[in-house]
């Protein structure tokens, strides 16, 4: 970061406690949130703490938290790492094509709920067909009012304000 390069810590809220490879399936890890917050998450706070840019968001569910996966969550995007740690950076998903969500929606309603949920850049990798469906999934969720202009302008300013500093 002192060098003029994006720091991205990864993969919040921690894959330490899983046993499972989210490229192919969702890992699940039994932790409450105190648990969490005395051990996992104690790096992601420190990151925060420290001014990191932004932060990449798993595909992890713990159901003693929440039942939503870790990357579609609101409790876990904005009412911990947004308004308990105090994060303004830049989320970003990690890739919408991974088993840990696909297995469970689409790419294109997993990038709706990200956004919904606090995220700001959906991650989505080499095949132009999934693309297509997160961007026609977040056009048609901005069309419906499912996804309000206000909130995706959010988003564009926190990306807006990460590049203008790679830049200054």
């Given amino acids: 970061q002192a060098g003029g390069a994006v720091s991205i810590g990864k993969h919040y809220p921690g894959h330490g406690g899983t046993a499972t490879d989210s490229q192919a399936s969702t890992p699940v890890i039994n932790k409450d949130l105190t648990e969490l917050l005395t051990y996992d998450l104690i790096p992601f706070k420190a990151a925060v703490d420290t001014g990191i840019d932004g932060m990449l968001v798993g595909h992890i569910l713990f159901p003693e938290i929440d039942m939503e996966i870790s990357s579609v969550s ?44 606090g995220g700001d850049m959906v991650l989505i990798g080499k095949y132009l067909e999934k693309q297509k469906d997160v961007f026609e999934s977040l056009y048609e969720a901005l069309e419906s009012g499912r996804l309000t202009r ?14 203008e500093k790679t830049i200054a």
């Fill in 74 to 117: 609101y409790k876990f995007i904005t009412k911990i790492l947004r308004e308990e740690f105090g994060f303004e950076g830049m989320v970003m998903s990690d890739d919408m094509r991974m088993g840990g969500i696909t297995k469970h929606m689409s790419c294109g309603e997993a990038a709706v709920r990200f956004v919904e949920a």
């Fill in 150 to 163: 206000e909130r995706l302008e959010e988003s564009v300013y926190r990306i807006i304000r990460l590049k």
